[in-house]
């Protein structure tokens, strides 16, 4: 809360005497301060809006929010993160600038309105390190190697050697009134705060690499460490102090005694709010708000045992069970208020408390920039030596070094925390939050710089089918989001022609959103692990292990869970590919139809993980529309599998797919060679060469195979090609195409201009429109992107 010299009443003073018994009064004052305003109709309420707290609280979060979104807008173009623009609108709305225009500030962000605003902010700080504590999981601390122990447990441990060191080097040096902000100065740097590595991550859209999961390891062996480190130092300056000693046994009893109540009480009490949700189900209101009841009282037996406020929540957080029902259920209701709004608002609050104009003391301000350079030097070597001794490469130890060194929201809550205590002055705060700023912008920059995801997919090496031989072992990935998208993709991999000479080797990922942690998972069942996804990843498992029993000895399997934010679950499948030398990636289309054709699914965030996979994929991709006509019963019927050939390295990738299926005498392949009536039209020069071999291939084929059929159409547009088109749907089961195509290809004009789904390419998204008289299955198929040498 705001301190007592901070408030400045604007309201009226009304005194009150009360009489006593013995002829005695008690005289005292209150301050009047009204919460709602009569409205600007009535005859003071357009002149005394801003003085009722209410309005006013409401008009500083309409501003501070659109604020800190339109500096976002514009940050995000440079990669920064979101704290910094809620510290630039923090800076923009204090003193430094706002507060050089005569009444602007005093009238929008008066004093005695600071007290509504640093309790909202207060409120959402809270909520956001429990939540952090919540989406953390403990025992990832016993699951980590000896990689992350080590830089875990070495990198916390220097700092506060190097402060200790600090701390008597300048200590000499500084009037002793700034002893205090200059220890509790250093004692804040030495902190890795999980939540504040977390969140660079996300940032970043690294979680999901090597480096994300690497930092997240250490960075929460770090978190647990340097908290105790930290607590085990202040309880021994107390005992230090003979007239403390006493403080120190009471401090630390009430401590553990708070600790062991969070742990048989909290946890136990969260296990009975499961006990009373039936299975399946999200908890309900009232046991979310019992929930934020118990948070609200473990800060208060937080703060009168010594401890900051912020401890018993993140202790609580830990404590929950992560996942559905309880954490999941938690994050749902709570975390979009709280991460987007209120501790958000804790930032731009100390952003408002800046003041670089007013700057007294130049030389001390120069030894806190330096004390703050020192401490982050020693932070990075103690992070980059492990590093480099575990064998991680100089680059990626680097990006670790800044990203596990970064400061963010906990940091500030500790310098605010102080600036309200009089601990930190003025000047102090002020450079100290910049620094936070300055860092947050450079961290951001130099990891970006040194550590691109993206790029680690794209090679030289030739990952397609149409390099891979009929003789070699296809390595195929299928990813599915529902049991529907196993049996769609296990018919496509049937018709794949799976022998002992012609083996076909099956990476199945089954995709599951990240609800109530924050540790991304990716589980190997062929080890044995286990997911939470239940019954409904069970069922996937079985489906596909039942396939390759069916075709053992030309088929293996091997099925994977990624647990996953939805915006990095393309990460998972990447690298997936990328590790297990995939060929193709199989990706189900955001629609779904059921049997009646009535549409009963329609995924954005699905539609998201393609586009994504289609631009950094490692190898080629396609996209299955499932439209129920490649499932059926009948293990011995034949499949009529149609490939409209316009040209271009996708539909020559789509051929070589068709070709492979056609091997199989239940296959019944047709190509349709689009051709324009203008034979010099269309593709480059090296592309018709490419185009006529494999044609000139398919045509042999033909002509040997009775199962292949191949024929030519001539058109002269895009509408003639749609007529076609609608007519092979009738005549299909499956029909494939290629996804890209040039953009002057006669065949496909005015096309593009109707063209809803880009990931589908025009062809792709005429057969997947709702309305189809006759409803057919499609695969959309990506060639692999090759870098350019």
């Not at 990669?79 to 009444?103: C, D, F, K, N």
């Not at 969260?270 to 399946?280: A, D, M």
């Not at 492990?386 to 929201?409: E, H, N, T, Y």
């Not at 299909?732 to 290809?745: Q, S």
């Amino acid at each position: 809360m705001a301190s007592n010299n901070l408030f400045v009443p604007s309201g009226p003073v009304r005194e009150i005497r009360r009489d006593l018994p013995g002829n005695l009064t008690d005289d005292f004052c209150y301050v009047d301060i009204g919460l709602h305003s009569p409205g600007i109709w009535s005859n003071d309420g357009a002149r005394t809006f801003l003085q009722y707290a209410l309005p006013r609280l409401q008009l500083q979060l309409a501003i501070i929010f659109l604020l800190t979104q339109s500096l976002h807008l514009f940050f995000r173009r440079f990669h920064l993160p979101r704290i910094v623009s809620e510290i630039m609108a923090g800076i923009i709305l204090g003193p430094t600038v706002l507060g050089q225009i005569p009444g602007v500030k005093d009238t929008l962000f008066p004093r005695d309105g600071e007290v509504y605003l640093d309790l909202l902010s207060k409120v959402g700080y809270i909520f956001f390190i429990f939540l952090s504590g919540v989406k953390m999981d403990p025992r990832t601390v016993l699951r980590t190697g000896i990689k992350s122990w080590t830089i875990g447990v070495l990198a916390p441990t220097c700092p506060v050697v190097g402060g200790l060191v600090l701390i008597r080097k300048f200590q000499l040096k500084i009037h002793r009134y700034r002893w205090p902000a200059y220890k509790n100065m250093i004692s804040i740097q030495n902190l890795f705060p999980f939540p504040v590595v977390a969140s660079m991550l996300v940032d970043l859209k690294i979680m999901n690499s090597e480096l994300g999961s690497l930092a997240l390891a250490s960075g929460l062996i770090c978190d647990l460490i340097s908290n105790l480190i930290v607590t085990i130092v202040s309880y021994g300056r107390l005992g230090l102090m003979n007239y403390t000693k006493v403080l120190m046994f009471h401090s630390s009893v009430l401590s553990i005694s708070l600790v062991l109540f969070i742990v048989f009480v909290g946890r136990p009490f969260c296990l009975w709010i499961i006990k009373k949700t039936p299975e399946g189900k999200p908890i309900s209101r009232f046991h979310v708000m019992l929930m934020s009841l118990f948070v609200l009282i473990i800060v208060l037996l937080s703060d009168n045992v010594g401890l900051n406020y912020h401890y018993g929540p993140f202790l609580l957080g830990l404590v929950v069970p992560d996942g559905p029902p309880l954490g999941s259920t938690l994050m749902d209701r709570l975390d979009t208020i709280v991460s987007g709004l209120l501790a958000p608002l804790l930032v731009t609050l100390c952003g408002m408390n800046v003041n670089l104009i007013e700057l007294f003391c130049m030389q001390f301000i120069g030894r806190i920039w330096l004390v703050f350079a020192l401490c982050l030097l020693i932070k990075l070597a103690a992070v980059l030596l492990p590093a480099l001794i575990c064998r991680v490469p100089v680059k990626d130890s680097v990006a670790l070094a800044f990203i596990l060194s970064s400061q963010g929201v906990v940091q500030m809550s500790f310098y605010y925390y102080n600036s309200i205590n009089q601990t930190l002055d003025g000047e102090t705060f002020s450079m100290l939050t910049t620094s936070v700023l300055l860092q947050a912008i450079a961290a951001n920059l130099i990891v970006k710089s040194l550590y691109d995801y993206s790029r680690m997919y794209t090679g030289y090496q030739k990952r397609d089918i149409q390099h891979t031989s009929y003789n070699s072992e296809l390595r195929v990935l299928s990813c599915s989001l529902r049991a529907d998208d196993v049996l769609a993709v296990r018919k496509i991999l049937e018709t794949s022609y799976p022998t002992n000479e012609s083996p076909l080797a099956v990476y199945a990922l089954h995709m599951v959103e990240l609800v109530g942690r924050s540790h991304p998972q990716l589980i190997d069942h062929q080890l044995g692990q286990k997911s939470s996804g239940g019954t409904r990843t069970q069922k996937m498992i079985e489906i596909l292990y039942s396939f390759e029993q069916q075709y053992s000895g030309a088929v293996t399997v091997q099925q994977f869970t990624a647990m996953s934010l939805t915006k990095f679950m393309h990460h998972d499948i990447c690298s997936l590919a990328f590790n297990k030398l995939a060929s193709l990636i199989i990706l189900p289309f955001h629609r779904k139809w059921n049997h009646q054709g009535k549409m009963i699914l329609d995924s954005n965030s699905l539609r998201a993980i393609n586009k994504e996979v289609l631009d950094i994929a490692p190898c080629s991709v396609s996209i299955l529309i499932d439209r129920h006509k490649v499932r059926r019963n009948n293990p011995t019927s034949s499949w009529n599998i149609g490939v409209a050939f316009f040209g271009g390295s996708d539909d020559r990738e789509a051929l070589a797919y068709a070709g492979r299926m056609a091997q199989s005498k239940r296959v019944l392949l047709t190509v349709v060679r689009f051709v324009s009536w203008d034979i010099y039209a269309g593709d480059s020069q090296w592309d018709a060469v490419l185009d006529a071999e494999v044609l000139k291939d398919m045509r042999m084929k033909s002509a040997h195979q009775d199962n292949i059929i191949y024929r030519e159409e001539r058109v002269k547009d895009g509408a003639e090609t749609a007529l076609l088109i609608h007519a092979m749907e009738e005549a299909f089961d499956l029909i494939m195409v290629g996804r890209r195509h040039k953009d002057d290809t006669p065949q496909l004009l005015g096309l593009s201009e109707w063209n809803d789904i880009p990931e589908l390419g025009p062809i792709g998204d005429m057969l997947a429109a709702p309305d189809l008289s006759s409803p057919v299955s499609v695969l959309v198929v990506q060639h692999q992107t090759l870098k350019t040498k």
